[in-house]
């Protein structure tokens, strides 16, 4: 294994992060933003070979340090006025130390997480989809230096793995001549800084404990833990998609944020290039986005830009990827037209795929093989919500919801459409996006906000401030009180 490499890279991944950050001007924790940087980073480097094959330049060591670096120094030109400051001391007072009762859930955490980088470093790739794809074509692009090679001698026609975006065969091409043959290691990457990130954004409005037992849920769902090592496309496209929804709901909490909005583009953007089916679930975010706009009285050219570059972003970078890298580039091709439902007016289709989903991947025998207890817990807080805490909806809580039923509802539709979109393989990873949805609504769930305000007057005492004197003006005499103890 080729450390100096690793280092480079995850040097690389965090300024070219760190960078874009900082050109939108987006202010967070350090920990937040340390975080979305590595998130960031490594999104940005998975277009890199992707490009290179576009314009037909050799996959090579030499051109692809040439354009890692080039991204690394444009983005390091925004940090620049960051470093002179003196933003970066203040950052670091922010970060607290764990306390004592945090830590047996962070040891129990670490020594999840040790497993899945072991595993990550240890082992070659071997689920099915990638060996018929993925891998092979980035194997094969390091030894002959082009994307365009050999594998495409070989008859593909019995899957369409080959034909999926490029986003896990360029970061396989990265990570094999830089760091070692069995590239991969850039999911422990995205998933470390991942589970930073969510546990960063709980702890801002829960109590650590709290965030402690949720988490233990969240890491409780084999389906999901398994593929944090298990290299496919799914863990990667649910991280872009919450980070996505994550600075869209920062975006409406203050519309003085412009630059959230862009930035939630920039993520929903890669999501795109992650996964082809995601421009559908984005698209039908659009309502939510046009009611608030409508709500908070925007103009309605705002409105027609806005919904714009929300939609036209994610399906250009979608489009480059299938319409014009698959049907140019790979010698064979695949007609999606092809696998299109037949028999559309049968609309009973879809609602039987909606129940399909719920009685055999979630509340059935093999439910808790799959996702363990985790949505049953968000059911259980999320009712008690709807009884006892209906006043408390801040827009952060909808948009969560609204994305939890975009994920559960288009998934269907997709299926309905294209029966290829099968339950027991696309559906049951395709659900992974509700997840940290989940987690965002919990961080505003009223019970859990309560519950948090109890420990933490135990913990610490908290009492009820006593009002405050009345200022008085500046030349005039402060009021007599005549209840004075004689």
């Known amino acids: 294994m080729n450390f100096a490499g690793l280092l480079f890279l995850l040097i690389t991944h965090f300024i070219t992060g760190r960078g874009v950050i900082e050109l939108f001007k987006v202010k967070l924790p350090l920990l937040v933003v340390i975080s979305l940087s590595f998130i960031l980073g490594v999104g940005i480097a998975s277009f890199f070979p992707f490009i290179m094959g576009l314009l037909h330049l050799p996959i090579s060591k030499e051109v692809l340090t040439i354009f890692i670096l080039s991204a690394t120094v444009l983005a390091f030109i925004p940090l620049l006025k960051y470093f002179k400051g003196s933003n970066l001391k203040l950052s670091f007072q922010e970060v607290k130390f764990p306390k004592i009762y945090e830590l047996p859930f962070l040891v129990v955490f670490c020594a999840l997480l040790s497993l899945s980088v072991w595993r990550c ?41 080959h034909l999926k975006p490029l986003y ?44 402690g037992f949720l988490m233990v849920y969240f890491f409780g769902m084999p389906e999901v833990f398994g593929y944090t090592y298990l290299m496919l496309f799914d863990y990667s496209n649910m991280i872009f998609f919450f980070c996505g929804f994550y600075f869209l709901a920062q975006y409406f909490s203050d519309l003085e944020k412009k630059n959230y909005f862009l930035l939630s583009i920039l993520f929903f953007s890669i999501a795109s290039y992650v996964r082809s089916e995601t421009p559908i679930l984005i698209g039908m975010t659009l309502p939510l986005l046009v009611f608030y706009f409508f709500k908070d009285k925007m103009d309605m050219v705002k409105i027609a830009i806005k919904c ?61 093989l799959y996702y363990g207890y985790f949505i049953q817990l968000f059911l259980f807080i999320f009712i008690i919500d709807l009884i006892f805490f209906r006043k408390n909806s801040s827009r952060e809580k909808i948009i969560a919801i609204y994305g939890i039923c975009v994920v559960y509802i288009g998934l269907a539709a997709l299926s309905y459409v294209f029966p290829l979109v099968d339950l027991m393989h696309t559906i049951k990873r395709g659900l992974f996006k509700m997840f940290p949805l989940m987690l965002l609504y919990f961080r505003n769930s ?30 005039n005499k402060p009021p007599v009180n005549t209840n004075k103890k004689k």
Do not use: C
């Open 168 to 211: 896990v065969t360029s970061l396989q091409i990265i990570y094999k001549i830089f760091v070692q043959p069995f590239g991969q290691l850039w999911l422990s990457v995205l998933v470390l800084s991942f589970i930073t990130l969510i546990i960063s954004i709980l702890k801002q409005k829960l109590h650590p404990v709290i965030v």
């Open 308 to 368: 714009a570059l929300y939609i036209i972003f994610p399906f250009l970078v979608y489009y480059l990827a299938i319409g014009i890298f698959d049907r140019y580039y790979i010698p064979q091709h695949y007609t999606i037209a092809q696998e299109v439902n037949k028999n559309l007016s049968d609309v009973s289709t879809f609602f039987k795929i909606l129940s399909d989903m719920s009685t055999e991947l979630i509340f059935s025998d093999n439910g808790a």
């Open 446 to 475: 009223g019970i859990l906000l309560k519950l948090t305000d109890i420990i933490n007057n135990w913990e610490y005492g908290i009492k009820e401030e006593a009002p405050r004197p009345k200022v008085v003006p500046v030349g």
């Open 121 to 161: 470093f240890y082992y070659a790739p071997n689920p099915r989809d990638m060996l018929s794809g993925p891998e092979p074509i980035a194997e094969f692009a390091v030894k002959e230096k082009t994307l365009i090679n050999s594998i495409y001698t070989v008859d593909l026609s019995t899957t369409n793995n």
